[in-house]
């Protein structure tokens, strides 16, 4: 992650405001919409200046800006998908099991990478495929024409969903635009393709849950405004080196193994859990929890991870075993495994 992000444009947290971004407005609808990543850290409001961008965009060519909910659903084993003709307006989390929740209006579609787990080669295989074919999202007429895909969390995408959205833009970049939200940097394979704003701040999501919950916390600056994982990291040490001293076995193995899904199934990649280790060992070592010598042994570890640069990710089917050989070798650093 940056160390600093780049100076960001004035804040902007409303949904509706067409002044947002004037500069990268089409004049007419025929004018192609460029390709445009929000970067910035989670909360600070990238998805709302994204859908601003958006309503702007309909406001420029006369159409309202209304989005409804709906399931894109997978078929069969291929990886080709199916629109639902259901739209759910709520879109809960109980009817995820009718396939994975999306908006769509009549300039855009958006998908939210987080909610496709492990599966999101598949999902945006089947969704690049749609968008190839004959979408009815099309803005304009003859060249200018666009279609415009959205994706939030760009950043957790697999290297194999990076190479076919690279594919779709190399082969349908004057009739395809993409849209992104992200945390980190894209992968290089993209980078070239996209202009990218940054979005600084606190995490607003947080400040309203905060608004609506009293009881809960103040985010601390320790915590990276308030971040969860650290805090799940922190006391993943603190059990693992209670093992200290003691033998493991096969079963503290399973352990290790169910760790990892945990965390995958939450989505947390690889380059993410190789930030979180390094600042909990950072924290323990100053806390006087781990020897000079063991600290030195857990940062050489880190270092020598040979997946994830540059954030590109394993292919998914590679991913756990990744995980859990690393966590092993990583553990034998300061708990003795």
Known sequence: MPAAWPQPLPPQRSKTSHRIYPSLMPGNATQKVPNVVWLGPRGAGKKTALQAFLAGYCHRIGQPYNIQMKHWQLQGGDGEGEISTSVDDTASSKNEKKGLIYEVSRIHKAFDVA??????????????????????????EGAGASHILVLYHAHLLSEESVILLQELLEKHTDTVTLLFTSEYPLSGRLADWFLEISVAGPDHAYEDLRAAHPGL?????????????????????????????????????????????????????????????????????????????????????????????????????????????????????????
Request: aromatic share 14%; proline share 4%; glycine share 8%.
């Open 217 to 337: 916390p103040a985010p601390s600056p320790a915590d990276g405004q308030g971040d969860a994982w650290i805090r799940f990291f922190e006391e993943s040490f603190d059990k693992w080196r209670a093992h200290l001293g003691r033998p493991w076995t096969m079963e503290d193995v399973v352990l290790v193994r169910q760790w990892v899904y945990t965390c995958m199934q939450r989505n947390l990649r690889w380059c993410d859990m190789i930030i979180y280790w390094t600042q909990a060992i950072q924290r323990k070592f100053r806390a006087g929890r781990l020897t000079a010598a063991e600290a030195a042994a857990a940062y050489e570890h880190l270092a020598r991870a040979d997946t994830g640069g540059g954030f590109v990710m394993l292919p998914s089917y590679r991913i756990p075993v990744a995980w859990e050989e690393f966590m092993l070798g990583f553990l034998g650093c300061w708990a003795g495994a």
């Open 115 to 140: 909610r496709m787990s492990l599966q999101d080669k598949n999902y945006v295989q089947a969704i690049v495929e749609n968008f190839r074919g004959t979408s009815n999202i099309l803005l304009g």
